[in-house]
Every structure is written in C-alpha cells, then in structure tokens.
C-alpha cells in the first residue's frame, strides 16, 4: 500500500534558528557545544536545550539564570527560576521571554548557570542568524568539544581534578586512584570524545512530539525519515 503524507503539515512554523556557542567555564582544554535553536525560543527552551547537549538531566527544581543585556536599557537582566521543590520564582516573568527580544548582532554575550545538585557556568556567544531548514527538527547540536562532565560530580574544580586522576591512572601513575571516581565514570570514559549526533533533544527544549492518533505504519515511517 501507498501512505501519501502532506509533508506540510509537519514543516516547521518559523523561518529562522539561532545559533550559539556554549562554553563551559572553568574546563580546560575547554568543554564547548555549538547548538542552533527556533528563533521564537523561550529562556526556558534555551535552559532545556542547553541541559539535554550536556547529557543533563533536566529537574523540576532545577535553578537556573541567564544573565544578559537587555538591549532597551542597557542593564543587565536576570531572567530565568529560583525553585524550592516545585514552586517557582523567576526574576523576570519565565517562560514567556523570548531570546530574539535580547540577542542581536549587537547584543551577543550571555551567561548562563543552572543548579541542581552541583552549580555549572557558561559563557554563551550569540553566533549568528540562520534560514531555518523546512524539515529539520530542531534544536540541533552542530559541532562540540570534549565530554560533559557528570552533572552530580561536585563542580567544574571537581571535574579538573578527576581528569588529572584519570590522566594520572591511564599512564600508569596511579592505577589505583580511578577507583575513587568509579561511580562517575564508564570505564570506557574518553574526556575528549564528543559527537553531535549522540545529542538527544526532549520536548521541552521545543522538539516536538508526535501526535498519538497517527496510524501504526505512519507513525513508523515518521520515526525512520
């Protein structure tokens, strides 16, 4: 049998993607990813994405903040949510600001800090502004640098000292010490492997889910294009 599909219905709804470079501050040689998002994208899609490129788990009591220029005051602006379990206080009503009313050729830096069990910091770099591809699901991952530490490893110091341990192990130094950090690591961990295609994007960075009332057969051709 033949399935026609009206590849309309499925094209995206906006015209444009931004692209950003993400550097995780405090790594070196430095841990960075470089992700294109819709340009109707909230601060809160933005925190999402940014968590998922990371292999983060992404908490409903997560904090997180951005903090970026606004470009009619000239004042730096906090934007994003403190939560206490399930309650939310954003310092500008999230998740409703959009990052095209802040990021312009003229206005590109911003810094970006999420919470959970362990405070992560990065420096965020407005690259430049696409023509978004018909079909393509977006946010993607593009191009990146190094692993992403474990979330839960107690901060970016914590994660220096790891690597020198692992650095340590592998060269025959100390083939005991890795065993401190086992509960982090696969034995397979490669701190300079990254590849954009491992990145999988939830539905709360944007990427949207396919509708349950499509026929069997459709819905698996959809998942296969």
Known sequence: DVIWI???LFAN???RVYQFRLVLKGTKPPSWRRIQVPDNYSFENLHVAIQNVMDWEVCAGSSYNFQVINPSTGLIDKIGCLCFGFSRFAGINEPVIRIADYFSPR????SY???HETRWSFSIE???VLFADKFEIYPICVKGKRASPPEDCGGVEKYQEMLETINESNSGKDGKALNLYQNFFEDDFDPGYFAPDDVFFTAG?????LPD?????LMKILKEL
Request: aromatic share 8%.
């Open 6 to 8: 009206n590849t309309e």
């Open 113 to 115: 800090r999420s919470q």
């Open 13 to 15: 709804q906006f015209k």
């Open 205 to 209: 960075s944007g990427n949207p889910a």
């Open 107 to 110: 206005n590109t830096s911003a």
């Open 213 to 217: 009332d499509l026929p069997d057969r």
């Open 126 to 128: 407005f690259e430049k």
